[in-house]
């Protein structure tokens, strides 16, 4: 009898363990704006933030360009997933390309940077690939965040839905549902892959919240929450 106490209570104190263990990994708690996730170790994430050096993406009139856009709400991604236990790791931390000096040809120049991108994400043995973008049209009249996603790819297409389930929960945000794209880059890593265009500079008025850091703080949470969400999803 005592013994059958003692194995009894064992189990109750593995089977707490236990608990307190799945509750860490699955709980995902949001405080202020900082994200709290606990992971068990292993996950990792390659952030892209588009464009860079030679390469500004979209301009505006104003003079503002889509890298450097891209280059903060990227870092602002990392900041917040950091406490998850998710590896996050950026193409690039500053404003560079990856073209060696004296290649000519924009296309050429264009797939060696994009190339070296899908490169770092399979290096780093990364599980997944989030390229940030910002979209740009002609008539100025679109605006609002769009994920894709490779066509053939489940996992990319579920990985799509949860950060553009996030996205379309910002204020004022419109309510796109993700699209399968046909991108180089997301045609050619290895592992699930997504571009978020988070909004549109061509869009007089998304174009100065993109500017401003506490509406790049909401993109960046939704993403960060996105991506939290499909590694704690089945
Ligand atoms: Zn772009």
Partial sequence: MHKYVRISGN??????????MSMLVVSVLWQGSTAVVSFEKGHIVMLDPGHGGYDPGAITNQ??????????IAQKVKEMLGPSGIGVFLTREEDIDYVPDGVKGRTIRKQIDLNRRIDMAKEANADLFVSLHVNATAT??????????????????????????????????NRRIVKPG???????????????????????????????????????????KGIANFFVLP
Avoid: C
Wanted: charged share 20%; glycine share 6%.
């Fill in 11 to 20: 189990k109750t104190a593995i089977l707490l363990v236990l608990s307190v």
């Fill in 63 to 72: 003079g503002v360009y889509e890298k450097s856009i891209n280059l903060q």
């Fill in 140 to 173: 100025g009249q679109d605006s609002g965040a769009e994920t894709f996603y490779h066509s053939k790819s489940e996992t990319g297409k579920r990985l799509a839905e949860l950060i553009q389930q996030e996205l379309i929960k910002i204020p004022g945000m």
């Fill in 182 to 224: 046909d991108f180089y880059i997301i045609n050619n890593t290895s592992m699930p892959a997504v571009i978020v265009e988070v909004g549109y500079l061509s869009s007089l008025k998304e174009q100065k919240k993109l500017q401003q850091s506490w509406y790049q703080e909401q993109l960046a949470r939704a993403i960060a």
